[in-house]
């Protein structure tokens, strides 16, 4: 603004007095507009920010952040759910050196927030030092693996088979734990909870939800009669019902069906409503992708001599995937959200944690206010990050721009 | 051609695996899916003829005249002591009764009650695992028998007893109450005539209001909503006169005000809302051992016995005290029976006190969830209706 340009050179751009003149003061009514917009985003504010600071109460919140973190997971067991946070932190910071921008702002936001947990002052004493001290070994081990993820021979592969170890180590061994173990005794999923139950679905779902999802959408497409009726009856019926009687079917009724020596798990039975319902819709999203590529393709591929298997990995596949990042993200960010319906199997997931929280005793009966908005920002922070890393990807891969 | 006949083919062999797949279904599992009612004898047929295949030669080996069991009679005990744990279905979120503590730690009446039963089973109230279970899942979870017991502020009611499971002991009396401001001076239901009442919509809340205000001549205007809190909510800001629900939760919510002293719970009652715990049909042994321990507790606070004097109490010069904590050289109170220690009651009562310690913890005057007058959770010696079989 304050730099002139005399003369040459292309006019600088208008100040910040005329830049308000012109868009919000150009002529009487839109002045009249403004006045009264911005008195109403004025007194909203101040009513929002008075209520933040002053009317809220906000010890449901901070006088226990381990059960919104974990649940019930045993505070002397603590340590595993530790390490897990620890091993995915690093691998954020991994996933920021390898892949840059996708994970930037994710990996950075991460640090930082962990940093501001493990010194943020609460009059609790459920955070003890200890574990903030842990809290605070994460924002450098981002760091560490940033660095170790720019080295030239740390390619994205690798930090892809770590990323599936680690999820698959988390959820079957770390947290679990194994009868009879001293190192890690068994911890039933029964008092699993928390984001930790949400981020375990929601990740779960959609890992195993999108390749079922891919073969559902290839199935309603081939033509084995047998496959194809059975993705279109499998994607019809399971679109046809809403989540919450999927996972009551998969929750009650499936325990009713299978004899008790057989019994799953109730957040396996969860999650398998999950990625029940995800896949179909994945299958529906990734078949558009498919319906846009020409058939010229395929037949040119065909006139190659490529057999049908390599036509679909190396021809179809890659274009319609990369068709559908949108509208899958998009999915995934409301599987993402979906997850809270599990609180009505009975299982404590944020939203299940937030109404125990609420019960902790008395006086916080009545602060839902307090605690559901916390709870949306958290998943709101989530939502966000995961469309912001489609814009990137999309933006790389040029979906669009063609 | 040929693939149009594949085509047809292959609808008719899917048509032809779905009818097979449907009549199977059908002929193994006749509706189990619909209610419970069709469940329990399902089971129970396949017991029976398990029965006669297993126990009666056991029987005739065994000494002389022993009772022949049905079949299931101690699967549960052995499969807790296999586990090491008792398997709850719980309240997660109910202040007072099924709740956490900021350790995430499970607490409330309906656990300790969890916590006697391992105590007394296995002689470790930690020996649990608390399932969390939503309104919905009480009959399912007893219908299946993914837990042994449900401690979850469950009312008996005679079609829950015949389609869910087996109901073992009274061990709350809740009944539907009124909550008035103070100031109202209003004491009686008479005294309502005309008010504004905040009910939850839907539930059989409404109903019991209904023919309370009914049989009783009165008017009233409800003003309903779908969710409790909700109804608490309209109720402070003064959209009602009086707000009604079951008197615990009337108790919890005042504790929550403001003031709680300037509202009131009026002592009309208007329904019964007997709570109790429940085990699963099929297995007697399991269903005598959670009564037993419920009567223990009840019968240790008669007596005096606290999970402080437990020890003392032992010596007691009454031999009733004695045989109830199992001192060495007292008479059998069935635990030879139920498969349990002598000492069973006694472990439960040190690991969480007789039923009035559990009842003040959480509900007595510092109690640690809200205030509410026993009332008639007293013992029967003092006007309530807590009263246990004697233990002996």
């Not at chain 1, 690798?158 to 990323?163: D, K, M």
């Not at chain 1, 679909?312 to 960010?333: K, N, S, W």
């Not at chain 2, 099924?98 to 300790?112: A, K, S, V």
């Not at chain 2, 008197?247 to 009026?266: C, E, M, T, W, Y």
Request: aromatic letters at 10%; glycine letters at 10%.
């Amino acid at each position: 603004m304050t730099s002139t340009s005399d003369g040459v050179g292309p006019p600088s751009p208008p100040g910040a007095m005329e830049w308000i003149r012109k868009n919000l003061f150009s002529n009487w009514y839109n002045s009249l507009l403004t006045i009264l917009g911005a008195t109403v985003v004025y007194f909203t504010l101040i009513n929002i920010i008075t209520w933040v600071f002053n009317t809220a109460d906000w010890r449901p919140v901070t006088v226990a952040p381990l059960l919104y973190l974990v649940g019930q997971y045993p505070r002397e067991e603590l340590w595993r759910a530790g390490i897990s946070l620890l091993m995915v932190t690093f691998l954020v910071g991994m996933s920021w050196g390898v892949w840059k921008r996708y994970v930037r702002a994710f990996a950075i936001f991460m640090g930082i927030l962990l940093g501001i947990l493990a010194v943020f002052p609460l009059e609790t004493t459920t955070i003890t030092l200890p574990i903030r001290a842990f809290m605070l070994i994460n924002p450098f081990l981002i760091y560490l693996g940033y660095r170790i993820g720019r080295l030239q021979s740390v390619h994205g592969r690798h930090v892809a088979t770590l990323w599936l170890i680690t999820l698959l180590l988390i959820p079957l061994v770390i947290l679990p734990g194994f009868e009879n173990s001293s190192l890690l005794p068994k911890v039933p999923t029964t008092v699993w909870g928390g984001l930790l139950i949400t981020l375990l679905l929601s990740v779960g779902g959609i890992v195993l939800s999108f390749p079922i999802g891919v073969l559902l959408a290839l199935g309603r497409r081939s033509s084995l009669p047998v496959v194809k009726l059975f993705s279109i009856f499998f994607i019809e019926v399971v679109r046809g019902v809403p989540l919450v009687t999927i996972l009551f079917m998969f929750s009650i009724i499936l325990a009713l069906f299978l004899p008790s020596e057989s019994r799953i798990d109730r957040v396996i039975r969860a999650l398998m409503g999950t990625v029940v319902f995800s896949a179909a819709y994945t299958a529906e999203n990734v078949r558009g992708g498919l319906q846009a590529i020409p058939p010229g393709q395929v037949e040119a591929a065909k006139a190659m001599g490529l057999k049908n298997f390599h036509i679909t990995i190396l021809i179809v596949l890659p274009q319609a995937l990369r068709l559908v990042i949108p509208t899958i993200v998009g999915q995934f960010i409301s599987l993402f959200k979906d997850t809270t319906l599990v609180y009505i199997v009975g299982i404590n997931d944020l939203l299940g944690i937030g109404n125990a929280v609420l019960n902790l005793n008395p006086e916080f009966v009545r602060l839902q206010m307090e605690v559901y908005l916390f709870i949306a920002v958290i998943f709101w922070v989530f939502s966000y990050f995961m469309s912001y890393a489609s814009l990137q990807l999309e933006k790389a891969l040029g979906v669009g721009e063609r | 051609m040929s693939r149009k006949l594949l085509i047809v083919f292959s609808v008719v062999i899917a048509i032809g695996m779905l009818a097979t797949a449907c009549s199977g279904a059908q002929t193994e599992v006749p509706a189990t899916a619909s209610t419970g009612e069709e469940v329990a004898p399902a089971v129970e047929t396949v017991e029976v003829i398990k029965t006669v295949v297993v126990e009666v030669p056991a029987a005739g080996e065994a000494q002389p005249p022993e009772i022949i069991q049905a079949a299931g009679y101690g699967e549960t005990l052995q499969a807790i002591l296999n586990r090491g744990k008792v398997v709850c279905g719980v309240h997660t979120e109910l202040l007072g009764f099924g709740y956490l503590d900021e350790n995430g730690r499970n607490i409330g009446f309906d656990i300790d009650l969890c916590r006697a039963i391992a105590a007394a089973v296995l002689g470790d109230p930690e020996a649990i695992e608390a399932v969390p279970i939503t309104a919905a899942d009480r009959g399912p979870v007893l219908q299946t028998g993914e837990v042994d017991v449900v401690t979850r502020n469950m009312t008996w009611t005679s079609k829950r007893d015949a389609e869910w499971g087996n109901f073992t002991w009274i061990t709350f009396y809740d009944g539907q109450g009124f909550l008035v401001r103070a100031d109202s001076g209003v004491t009686s239901l008479e005294e309502m005539d005309g008010a504004t009442v905040c009910v939850t919509t839907g539930t059989t809340t409404e109903r019991n209001l209904a023919t309370a205000f009914g049989d009783a001549g009165l008017t009233y205007e409800a003003v309903t909503f779908e969710e409790t809190s909700a109804v608490y909510g309209a109720y402070e800001e003064g959209r009602c006169d009086v707000a009604t629900s079951d008197k615990s939760q009337l108790a919890a919510v005042r504790a929550g005000f403001q003031n709680p002293d300037d509202h009131l719970i009026l002592d009309i009652t208007i329904s019964k809302e007997p709570l109790t715990p429940a085990v699963p049909t099929g297995d007697a042994q399991w269903l005598d051992i959670v009564k037993t321990v419920m009567w223990g507790l009840i019968n240790a606070e008669e007596y005096g016995i606290t999970s402080a004097n437990v020890e003392e109490m032992k010596s007691s010069e009454n031999a009733d005290i004695r045989t109830l904590l199992g001192v060495e050289g007292e008479s059998d109170w069935g635990y030879g029976t139920l498969g349990l220690e002598a000492d069973s009651l006694a472990q439960a009562i040190a690991a969480v006190g007789n039923y009035g310690e559990i009842y003040d913890r959480y509900f007595g005057t510092e109690g640690i969830a809200f205030t509410l007058d026993r009332g008639l959770n007293n013992l029967w010696t003092n006007g309530g209706l807590i009263y246990a079989p004697p233990i002996k």
